[in-house]
Structure formats: C-alpha cells, structure tokens
C-alpha cells in the first residue's frame, strides 16, 4: 500500500434559497468531479440525525430543504462522511443565516478516501429515476472467479440484473476498483444483443453514446471518473430486459507483515432518498441500498471460488469472512471456495488470506506463455523473523555539522542525537565520523568496528569539539562519497546539521552523481 494518504476531492458548487417557513432553507446544488469536471451522479445528501435526505441525479444535481441550525452530510461509495453545517453552506454561497454575515464562497471540500485506500468496493447499477416503485433493476445473481498469480489477482466477476419495473431506464454501473485495481475487461449482454467496452478518446466515446442513446439504441459507456473508480452507463434498458455483465479487472496484493489479503466486495453502503424509512416504499428502498446490508440475508445467488497459484510453497490460507474449503492440489497450488454451509455469502465481503513465508528466505519463478510473447514473475519472500546474524552488517558515515551557526544548543542537540545513534550500532556494523566547517576531516582513514572502545574514542573527539568557521556542506559530502568503502557492506550517509545551507540542489545532484547506478 502506498505511503502516502490518498485525497480526492469534491468540487461543490450550492446555490440556495430562502424559504419564509420559519428556520428551514430550501439547499440545492451540483457536485462536480474536478479531476474530470463530470457530475457525480449517486452522491448521497442527508440531513445530520435524521433519515431525510436526497441522492445526486445524472447531473449531479441535488435539492432538499433543511433547517438552518442542522448539518448536511455528504457520502459517496469509498469515501469518508464529510459534515457541512448548513449554517456554513448559506454563509458559502452568500445568503447568512439570520444574524450572521456574508463571507466568501467556498467551493472546494476535501475528502479522504474512506477507511484504506487499496480496498475494492462492490460494483452496483445505480438507477437515477422519478419514480422508483417502477424502475426497478435488482442483483439477481454473482459469480466470482479469481485466479491469485503469487502477488496479482486477475479476478472475472458476472452478475446478472433484471428490469422489473415497468419502463425503459437508464442506469449506471459504478465500479469502485482500489488503486490497485486495473479494469481491462467490461461487457453486458442484453437479451441477445453483447455489447462490449472498446477504448476511446474520452469526447469521441461520449458523443457515440449520446448518438445512440438519442436513436433508441442500446447503449454502454465506460469512463474512469476518478483515479479508482470506473462507470459505465447504459442507456434504453427495456422493460424484462436481463442484463449479464462481465467485469475483468487484475488487483495488486500487496503483503502487512507477511501477510496477503485478497478482498472481494460484496456489499455496497446505504444510498438516501428524501422519503423517511417508516414510510418509503419497497422500490425506494431499493435505491437507498441495491445491496444487501451486511448480516442480512441477500436475495440474490452468490458464487465464489478462487485458486491461488505461488512460485513459493504455501504456507497457509485462512478466511477471516467466511467458512471455506481449501484444498491443495500441490504445495504451491490451492482451490478455495465457500463451505456448502455458507448460505447466505454474498451479505459480506468475502476475505481470504495466504501466508507464504518460510524460516528461509525463499524465491520462485511463475511463467506465463502468450502466442508470441512470455512472461515471468519472480517472488522473492523474506524469513518471518530473520534473526540479528541473520541481517547483513552495515557503515554509516555521520557527517556532523559544527559550523559558527551550530553554536550553543543545536551543537548539543546534535551530539546528543549522534550519541545515541552511534550507541545503538551492533558489533557487525561499521561507522566513521567526519566533522565539517570551512573545512572537514574523517576520524578513521576507513570505517571501523562498532566496538565499545570505538564507540568512546568518537565520542570523545565529537564532545571535545567547539563550534566555528562557515558551513560549507558541498567539500564535505564530496569527500564523504568518494571516501574508501567496505564492499562487503552496504553503506549509510547521515547528515546532521542546523540546515543554514542555500545549495540544496547541488548537494541532492552530487549524491546522485556520485551515487552507484541501481
């Protein structure tokens, strides 16, 4: 999983007016994607501690009246709730709450990626319709194959949905894929017509679907609307109409501690509509959730089976979801599929995962041939617990500042910082110390064992040394590059100092010019 935290970003664009209904205020709004500029149909509007809300229509476009003092609450398949005072909305778009002044519009909102950024979310049809007690397109049946290549999982997922409402719809199908996730098949088949997703210029796809969307033809289009999420609308889905849709996608699995977890979703979070529970209808119901709730039955067939293959033996292959049958047709190749007790399996993700490491340092390679092009995949996997001579010695060059700029307390600062780095290296490692200024100097002619008697002498000459001269980094790492290396082991540069220095750049391009190739 990547480091850093991946944000997106919803670009709102309110407007509002008042209503002469006590505290209540007529909201109404856009939501645009601004990584596309596109709408973001199905984002859910709510008001904060009630079940009155709306959903975002084709357009984007939302509508609902709330009191001034509440909070509305914006949701979308795979990010966080994001909470917006109403109070804050009017202030944003130029109309105050009574007693309260005009400030300048806001109109970009950040959200962050709900819960870790890498999870796939289930794909859904979502129906943008006036009258949801008759458009109607209910999951009727899942069948998922995936095919785990060591760390690749190419996964093959059909499901099918019927048209039980009593007239023609449009509807979108929203794969929410991780950032790991790689869609490079999409087809559906309505009745006896397929149709399947070709690449195109993003303009020139729209503008053939809208043209046979407008000639009363049947028609899919798929588009990435954000870096992790895919969309594919389908136009002119007749009444009885039945719809196959085949979704082929490969997903990067990537280990936590020795661990590997593949996950496919099954469920999809709640949607809104503006009617409360209590009195909504079994169609609006079905567009406030297509999927069935975690932990409640669902009304569709599931199937689910996965083989995992490895170029390392497999050491284990659990389910944390569901109760599974894992059978091992070899050390490195094992069958997984959900125990004839699991009934109900499509009302949670499910969730398998594999261990491969050993207490050696493994490696294997997987080969894939394709008519005139093959393919490897080499593994290399770590010890579960390597031991301390297990892990190769290192040298670590310190290059400490002692510049005029260093007097007083960030020269304490930074021998006490050096201190105890040099305290905690093992007797395998190897360190040396250069002290810079106007000019610099190494301790050793080359690095020495960390032994006690070492490690004293270095210290010693560090706390006896003062302060003085100009900090002139650039000589300094230079010398320290190009000083004598052990080859056996692999070396460490650590920089201490105020950071008074205006050759930044010059010093990153020495390092990697002076840095070995790889």
């Given at each position: 999983?990547?480091?850093?935290?991946?944000?997106?970003?919803?670009?709102?664009?309110?407007?509002?007016?008042?209503?002469?209904?006590?505290?209540?205020?007529?909201?109404?709004?856009?939501?645009?994607?601004?990584?596309?500029?596109?709408?973001?149909?199905?984002?859910?509007?709510?008001?904060?501690?009630?079940?009155?809300?709306?959903?975002?229509?084709?357009?984007?476009?939302?509508?609902?009246?709330?009191?001034?003092?509440?909070?509305?609450?914006?949701?979308?398949?795979?990010?966080?709730?994001?909470?917006?005072?109403?109070?804050?909305?009017?202030?944003?778009?130029?109309e105050?709450?009574?007693?309260?002044?005009?400030?300048?519009?806001v109109?970009?909102?950040?959200?962050?990626?709900?819960?870790?950024?890498?999870?796939?979310?289930?794909?859904?049809?979502?129906?943008?319709?006036?009258?949801?007690?008759?458009?109607?397109?209910?999951?009727?049946?899942?069948?998922?194959?995936?095919?785990?290549?060591?760390?690749?999982?190419?996964?093959?997922?059909?499901?099918?949905?019927?048209?039980?409402?009593?007239?023609?719809?449009?509807?979108?199908?929203?794969?929410?894929?991780?950032?790991?996730?790689?869609?490079?098949?999409?087809?559906?088949?309505?009745?006896?017509?397929?149709?399947?997703?070709?690449?195109?210029?993003?303009?020139?796809?729209?503008?053939?679907?809208?043209?046979?969307r407008?000639?009363?033809?049947?028609a899919?289009?798929?588009?990435q609307?954000?870096?992790?999420?895919?969309?594919?609308?389908?136009a002119?889905?007749?009444?009885?109409?039945?719809?196959?849709?085949?979704?082929?996608?490969?997903?990067?699995?990537?280990?936590?501690?020795?661990?590997?977890?593949?996950?496919?979703?099954?469920?999809?979070?709640p949607?809104?509509?503006?009617?409360?529970?209590?009195?909504?209808?079994?169609?609006?119901?079905?567009?406030?959730?297509?999927?069935?709730?975690?932990?409640?039955?669902?009304?569709?067939?599931?199937?689910?089976?996965?083989?995992?293959?490895s170029?390392?033996?497999?050491?284990q292959?659990?389910?944390?979801?569901?109760?599974?049958?894992?059978?091992?047709?070899?050390?490195?190749?094992?069958?997984?599929?959900?125990?004839?007790?699991?009934?109900?399996?499509?009302?949670?993700?499910?969730?398998i995962?594999?261990?491969?490491?050993?207490?050696?340092?493994?490696?294997?390679?997987?080969?894939?041939?394709?008519?005139?092009?093959?393919?490897?995949?080499?593994?290399?996997?770590?010890?579960?617990?390597?031991?301390?001579d297990?892990?190769?010695?290192?040298?670590?060059?310190?290059?400490?500042?002692?510049?005029?700029?260093?007097s007083?307390?960030?020269?304490?600062?930074?021998?006490?910082?050096?201190?105890?780095?040099?305290?905690?290296?093992?007797?395998?490692?190897?360190?040396?110390?250069?002290?810079?200024?106007?000019?610099?100097?190494?301790?050793?002619?080359?690095?020495?064992?960390?032994?006690?008697?070492?490690?004293?002498?270095?210290?010693?000459?560090?706390?006896?040394?003062?302060?003085?001269?100009?900090?002139?980094?650039?000589?300094?790492?230079?010398?320290?590059?190009?000083?004598?290396?052990?080859?056996?082991?692999?070396?460490?540069?650590?920089v201490?100092?105020?950071?008074?220095v205006?050759?930044?750049?010059?010093?990153?391009?020495?390092?990697?010019?002076?840095?070995?190739?790889?």
């Amino acid at each position: 999983m990547r480091n850093a935290l991946l944000l997106s970003f919803f670009c709102v664009l309110i407007a509002t007016m008042a209503l002469s209904q006590g505290t209540l205020r007529k909201v109404h709004g856009t939501l645009l994607d601004p990584l596309t500029g596109d709408p973001l149909p199905g984002v859910n509007v709510v008001i904060k501690g009630t079940t009155t809300g709306t959903t975002t229509d084709a357009r984007g476009f939302y509508e609902l009246t709330a009191p001034e003092d509440g909070t509305l609450v914006f949701s979308f398949v795979g990010f966080q709730t994001k909470e917006i005072p109403v109070a804050a909305v009017l202030r944003t778009m130029g109309e105050p709450a009574a007693g309260e002044t005009t400030a300048e519009p806001v109109k970009v909102f950040r959200h962050t990626i709900e819960g870790d950024p890498d999870k796939t979310l289930s794909p859904y049809f979502f129906v943008q319709s006036d009258d949801p007690s008759t458009d109607q397109l209910p999951l009727k049946s899942t069948n998922a194959r995936v095919n785990i290549a060591g760390v690749i999982a190419d996964v093959r997922v059909e499901q099918v949905y019927i048209n039980t409402g009593k007239t023609t719809i449009e509807a979108m199908y929203i794969f929410p894929g991780s950032t790991q996730a790689a869609v490079y098949g999409m087809s559906m088949r309505i009745g006896n017509r397929i149709l399947t997703a070709r690449i195109r210029e993003k303009q020139e796809a729209r503008r053939e679907y809208e043209e046979a969307r407008e000639a009363g033809k049947t028609a899919t289009l798929l588009e990435q609307q954000r870096p992790n999420v895919f969309q594919m609308n389908v136009a002119n889905i007749l009444p009885g109409d039945t719809i196959t849709v085949a979704l082929q996608y490969t997903e990067l699995l990537v280990p936590k501690e020795g661990t590997y977890e593949f996950v496919y979703p099954t469920v999809v979070g709640p949607r809104y509509s503006e009617t409360p529970d209590d009195e909504a209808h079994a169609g609006e119901r079905w567009v406030e959730s297509p999927y069935t709730a975690e932990g409640v039955a669902p009304m569709y067939d599931f199937h689910f089976l996965a083989q995992l293959n490895s170029a390392i033996p497999i050491k284990q292959v659990t389910s944390t979801s569901h109760k599974v049958d894992v059978q091992f047709t070899d050390p490195s190749t094992a069958i997984i599929q959900l125990d004839t007790g699991e009934i109900d399996g499509g009302n949670r993700d499910v969730i398998i995962k594999y261990r491969l490491r050993g207490n050696q340092v493994q490696s294997g390679v997987l080969l894939y041939p394709h008519e005139d092009e093959n393919f490897f995949l080499l593994m290399v996997e770590p010890p579960d617990k390597p031991t301390l001579d297990q892990i190769p010695g290192r040298e670590y060059i310190f290059i400490i500042d002692v510049s005029g700029s260093m007097s007083g307390f960030p020269l304490d600062v930074a021998k006490e910082f050096i201190r105890s780095l040099i305290t905690s290296l093992r007797p395998t490692d190897k360190f040396n110390v250069m002290l810079f200024e106007s000019s610099n100097n190494m301790l050793y002619k080359r690095a020495v064992e960390a032994t006690q008697e070492n490690v004293k002498e270095a210290m010693r000459v560090i706390d006896e040394r003062n302060s003085g001269g100009g900090t002139r980094l650039l000589p300094a790492l230079h010398n320290a590059l190009s000083h004598p290396k052990n080859d056996d082991y692999a070396r460490t540069f650590v920089v201490v100092t105020d950071g008074y220095v205006t050759v930044e750049k010059e010093a990153m391009s020495l390092i990697r010019s002076e840095s070995p190739p790889g």
